[in-house]
Structure formats: structure tokens, C-alpha cells
């Protein structure tokens, strides 16, 4: 092979070197696996080459290990001797990187895979190498920066769990992490979830913070008999100055302690510290111990936040209200009859309005199917649902939840009964299933139960409209002949999309269901 | 009244929203999922199933999902059904494990997965099932646990998991499990055979013996089941509904059903090239791990070694050579380096070589490399 040039970076100049033969060839077979051709690499591990340039420079080819990943050529100072120290931990220490337990009792896997090889560098959650066990494949990541030096196993060769897997070589240390640059990071490498950095420090080292330290030394306090509370035993700041506090209690001389920032146990010891020295020249406040009332935070959880988040939702649609009255005397006359009727006694279930309200409002959705319908977020396709599928809100000991009675057009005002009764008692105890509780396609909300005359309710997304059902007053109304006579009247408000609803719509739907209520027997015609 | 009946029992298993993830432009899509479902304590459960049966799709959208979310504080369950296709594992030979010539007969597809164990086959009556976490939540048996209970709470159907964590009927496998775990997140996934056609799978996966000495990892037999031969009201669409039903019935209210995903490159920025890098020849042949077969020559005791790396012929040993310079060279040159794909397939059935050497003598060896090269991509 004949004589090749080699180009070179010498700190920010390039050099053309002219090297023998011999490393001629090596360097082109190293330098294959680099993807620049900027940088010399060496030839043999730990031997160190001196070349000449043609400028005369003196350089030395770092090998290509201890260079990082690309080998440098730098300069040297002929007296500088940092380059001819040879030895392995040039570059950082040398850590085991071991093959941490993955899991499920397996102690053996197969290397499948290497994504690295010697001398490559690495950082921190870089991947390594494939683990396959019986059926899992598990991507090994690097727990420390640094290069590659040794790969202990081969492809297909079985690894032990717990057993080194490479030898990385560190940059800086590892055995001192220095405390404030601990990061507990979720993605934490494989394995080491438990263990933090272990520490090996010799037996003299107290663990603290720099800031602590001059404290210490400015206060002339032995860290040695300050406790701490920081992890390993680490000596917080707040430790200090308790140290400190306790210290001048000790020789009972009133110090003000410093002012630290942030925390609440500082504060806490501010507002102490902060107390007046016993003196007899200020008057002192007598402070009563009665019991203020304190303010209570506590996170929204569950059903609450559950609430929070759909409403939130909600909110974003366009809500226009219609109200409107319902004169219930002759519902809650056959209601009445009904009560004491022997088949629905033998039947055993209790008829509330609920069933009757829930039915005309099925009944007047056929003829109005855009009430029961549904839009997507972006409000481009509009759903005509099928099934009226009615949700009801109910009010637990939890919180507002909605079960819905499925497919209420093809059930009997019975039918609905029994099937709210079902909704209640599983509501009661908490049980409802996911499958009750979602699915709706139109919501009437029976706050009258509770009070109240007129609402403004909140459509409950993806559905488009809302019912809300007052209480049911009785009143003074004039009746055809103009007689003032006393009538049940009940308020209902609805609410709907105004994106894909319009008022004349809504309002027809109302008068419709009213029609309903206000004579049931116009429930019979359009009986199916 | 029937008729709204039977369309009750329609709609009762196809109540499901057609939503949109909507135009994302970052790769971290939390934010707007994080306003769709409900915080219970532990996580939030997503359900996602595939609008595509596209294999490819399919694997690149599990991949996206395992690069690019975060199950820090949810879990997913991704549900994806497939037209007819091979799955082989991540690390092993498509040569050992599936029948090529039959796979290109009847214009099956052939894939690579990303996560390990065996091959498997997958039509439109098999359900794919890829249950994400984070990396300490992953938990095989909690999953296939969910699988089972909620196929049993439905269907009378007695679902064991055996030790190899299969899911067995009656002592027939009618699943099998494979997973990848990363440092951060991790997935199981498994199949179910619903009611997959068991010649076809027997055709793809029948194998006729090449003499193959690999370090891949080994597909385990075992003799299959459809849930249907026990169960015939059961169908992959119920099975979704039941199993996406249970598997977040622990979370409480207003969850909005499960979301239908498109894969594609306006919901999943980045899917693409995914789904390209899957379908690519070098994924799927050229990650075979290094093998090797012998290949007998003429009636006597000499015999050529093909060592195959990367999918491409690495080299050619003559053990017992009564093979002349020129004819090794000739093999050599025409078969070196190359890669087991269809090319080579045409070239050699093309080439003189073969006949200038003696056509008895190598016609075994013409056999097993055509047989090599009926890869198709």
C-alpha cells in the first residue's frame, strides 16, 4: 500500500500528515467505522503514536479510546506530560455497567442485539443492546455517559442477570454525585429504581451542600455533630439552623436565627423566632384560645373532578335556554289513580313523574330526531342517533352522576319505571357500570325534586340538549271560563347546542312534550 | 317491537364514537387526550382502536405510540384487526418459520414486529391486542387476567393462562403474547383467534425442513383454537367491546367510548417513516440473525455451506471439495454478497452457471437457493 496522506484537525488547523504504511492501512480500517474523516484515529490501544507533520508540528495520535469518540490529534507542549500517561483511566473511571433484573423471576437472557461496540461513546439513556427473554424484548439503555470499552457478551450468547454487561468508561467521576444535581427523574434506567448513585464516600465525609459547608466553617460549627434529615443522612440548611438554634438555647443567649427562604418549616421557625424575648417592657397581647376556623384545601378527586372535567367540556358549547310551564294537574291526577290501580300495586314499583316525563320525552323526540343527536368536537358531522337512549341525573352521597335508561322508545312507561327504580338502587350504592353510565344521547335532570322553579342547565357533551325539571308548585290559574282555580304547576328549562339546534325547534319539541303531560291521554295516540 | 330489538342488540355493540384525535402537531398528543378522559387515581385508561387493517400501519402506529407517549399517569389498550398476514417475531428467521412459497401464492403478507417471541398469522377474524404502560406497570398477567375474565364474564367460555403465558381453551392455544420493554415505556400485546381460518394458518406456517442452523429464537408449536368452534354467537366486534368495556370499567364516569384512530400522518406525525422502515425488504429479511445450511452436492459426502448474514449470502464453504476452482468461483461470484430477494431469484434461474457446472450434481443447491429467494416485499 502505498504512502497516504491523512487529514487531520490540529486544534482548529488541518495538517496533512504522511504515515507509514503500517498505519496507513490500520488507520483506514479503523476509520471506516467513523463517520467524519476529519479525525485521525490510532492504531494499536494504548500506545501512542508521535507524528510528524510537514509543518514540523509535534503531535501525538491520542488512541482512539482515551481520545472520546472521535480520536483528537492535539497539540503538545514538548514538556507536556498529561499525554504520555498511558494508562486506562485516562478518560474517566471504569464502571461495570451490570445487566439489572428486568422482572418476572428471569435470571437468563439472550443478547440479541448490540446497538453499540467498543470505543463508541454513549450518554446517559442511550440504547446499548436487545435482551430477549422467552417472549419479552427488553432495550438495555445506558445509565451512565461516557465510552465503551468492553462488551461482555457476544450476539446470542446468554447474560446473567446481575452480571456486568459493559465496561463503560465514566467522564468525571461517579462516586461523588454532587447533591444538588440529583435529579429524580422518572425515566430512571432500567433497574435502578430503588438504589439512587450509591455513595461510596470514606467514613470522614459528611454529607452537605457547599452553602452548608461555609456556614459551618464561618460559624465554626463540627459538622460531625450536626444531625441530618436529608437523604443518606444529608445535612439540610433547616438542620443547620436548628443546630444553631439549639446551640444558642444551650447558652441561653437570645440569637436571631436567620431568615431562610422557601420553606414551610422555616417559616415556622421564623414566626417562633420572631416572638418577642421575654422582657417586661412591652405590654404583652393576651391572645384567647378559642379555636379559629382554618381554611381547608383538599385535592378534587373522583366524582368531583370527573364533574370539573365535563363541564369544562361543556362550556364550549353554545347553550341557548327556553323555559316554559306545565300545568300537572290532570298528570298528577292519573298518577294518583294509578297509584292505587292493582296492577300496578302488584307490580310492586313506585311511579313517580319520572317515567312519564321520560317517556313523552322519547315519545316527542321522534318527531323531533335532532334533539337526540350528536355532534363531534370539531362540530363538522352531525349524528343522528337511533336509540333514545335517556339519561337522568341523580344526586349521590359522591356526586352528580347520569345513568341513562337504554332505548327508551321501545320501552312502556312501566318498562321505564322498573328500569329507573334498578338505575337508583344500584346508583345508591355506587355500582353503576360503565355501560349505564355512558351512551346518552338526551339528559333531563329532575332538580325540582330538590326545589327551584327555573335552571339553566349544562348540556352534557357529546349530547345537544337538556332538560331541567322544577318543582311542582301549586298556583292560582285561570282556567277556559276565566275562573281563577288552583292548578300544579311545574317549570321546565331546556337547553341546547345553537350550533345545530334552533330555537323554533326546541320550542316545538317543548310544546309537544307539554301536550304530552297536560293530557295524558294524547300519550295513547301516538302509542307504538 | 322486534324490530327495535334486534336493532337494540345492533346498536348495543356498536355504540361506539367516531372521533378524530384531532390535528396534532406535537408528538406528545397528552395534552388533548388528558381532556378527553377521566383521572381515577392510579391512571387514566385509554381505549384506541385501528380504522386500518393494514399490518404495516398497524405495527408502525404501535411503534409511535410506544416512541412517543407518555404512560407516566394512563394506560392504553390498542385493539387492531389485520388482513391476512405473518407476523414473525423481532429476532427471528422468516426462513425457519414461514412457508414463503405459500405466502406468496396466496398474497399474504409477511412483517417484522418490533417486540420478541414467535410467528403467528393473523386474518380478519383475529383480534391483536396491545396493552401499554409505563415500565413498572407492565404486567403481563394482569393483562391476559383482563382478557380472560372479560371473555368469560360475556361468554361461557373457561379461559386458563398456562405457564408459558398463553391463553388456552380446553388445552388449545387460542393466543399467544409477545412484549418489548424500553426504559420508559413498555407494551404487551398478544393475539386471540377469534375465528381465523385454520388451513390457511396451517399452509403459512408449515414449513418444509432446509436444514436451518440459526440462533433465532424458535417458534413453539402448539395446536390451535378458534373461539368460535366453542362459542358461535362470539365475533371479533363483540370481543373488542366487551374486552374495551372491561378493561376500563375501573374508571369512573363520563369516559366518551372508546376512539376509532386513523394511522396516519396528520393524526401521528412521524407514522410514515415508520411504517416505511417496517416495510422495507431489510427490515423484514435483512434483521434475520445470522444462519447457516448445508447443502449436499451430487451423491457423495460433499457438501456446501451457505452462511447467510443480514439476509445477504455471506460467504459459501466447500466442505469435502470436489468442486473445481472454477466452479467455486463461479458460485462465488454469482452468489456472494447478494441479497435473498427476488432479484437473486430471477438471476439465478437465469443464469448459465448452474448448467455449465453439471445440472445433477448441483441441482439441490439450485433448489434451496430458489426456495431462499422466494422472498416477497
Redesign the interface.
Known sequence: MRRQGLVCHLGLQRHLFTVGRDWCRKFIRVNMASATRRIVCSFRQHKLFYLKSRLQYNAVALPFNLAGPYGYVEQIHPLATRFFHASKTFYGEKVPFKLSD???GITEVTV??WYVKEGDKVAQ?DPIC?V????????I?SRYDGLISKLHYA??EMAKVGTPLVDIEVSGSVSEAPVEELQEK?????GE?EESLELELPAEKVLTTPSVRKMASDLKINLRNVQGTGRDGRILKEDMLRHIESLSSSKSTPKPSQVPQQQAKAVERETTSQQPSPSTKTPQIIRPSVPVGVDRSEPI???K??MA??M??SLRIPHFGYCDEIDMTSMAALRHSLKENPMVKERGIKLSFMPFFIKAASMALHHFPVLNS?V???CE?I?YK??HNIGFAMDTSLGL??PNV??V??LSVMDVAIELARLQELGNKGSL???D???GTFTLSNIGSIGGTYAKPVI?S?EVAIGAIGRVQVLPRFNSKGEVVRASIMQVSWSADHRVIDGASMARFSNLWKVYLENPSTMILDLK | ?NI??N??LL??YH?V????L?NMNSYYPVSIIA?RS????VSKKLVFISKSTNIFENLALEDWFYKNFDF?NQSLLFMWVNTPCVVI???QNPWLEVNLKNLSQNSVLLSRR?????TVYHDQGNLNCSFFT???R?N?KYNLETICGSIRSHWNLDLTISP??DILLNSYKVSG????????NAYHHCTLLVDVDPSLLHQMLNVHELGIQS?S?PSVRSPTLNLKACCPEISVDEVIHILG?YY??NS??????FDFVTPSEENFPGLNLIKQSFSTWQWIYGKT?SFSLCCPIGDQSSEIKIQVLNGKIERLHFQDITIGKQDALRLNTLLVNQKLDSELHGVISNSSVFGTMGEDRFSKLNEILLTLCLTSV
Open positions: 428486568i422482572g418476572e440479541k442485539e439513556f436487545e430477549q427473554s422467552d417472549k419479552a424484548s427488553v432495550t439503555t450476539v446470542d422518572d425515566a430512571i434506567p432500567l429504581r378527586k373522583g366524582f373532578k370527573a372535567k365535563s369544562t367540556a350528536s363531534d368536537e370539531a358531522n349524528t337511533a336509540s352522576i347520569v337504554k332505548n322508545q321501545s357500570g360503565a355501560t353510565l355512558t351512551g352534557m357529546p | 317491537m327495535f330489538r336493532s337494540y346498536l348495543r355504540q364514537k367516531i372521533t378524530r384531532g381532556t377521566i383521572a381515577d387515581d407516566e417475531g423481532r429476532h418490533n417486540s420478541g417471541g414467535g409505563s415500565r413498572d407492565y403481563r408459558r403465558e403474547t409477545a412484549s418489548k420493554l424500553g426504559h420508559r440462533n429464537t368495556c376500563i370499567k369512573p364516569l363520563c369516559f366518551k367510548g440473525p
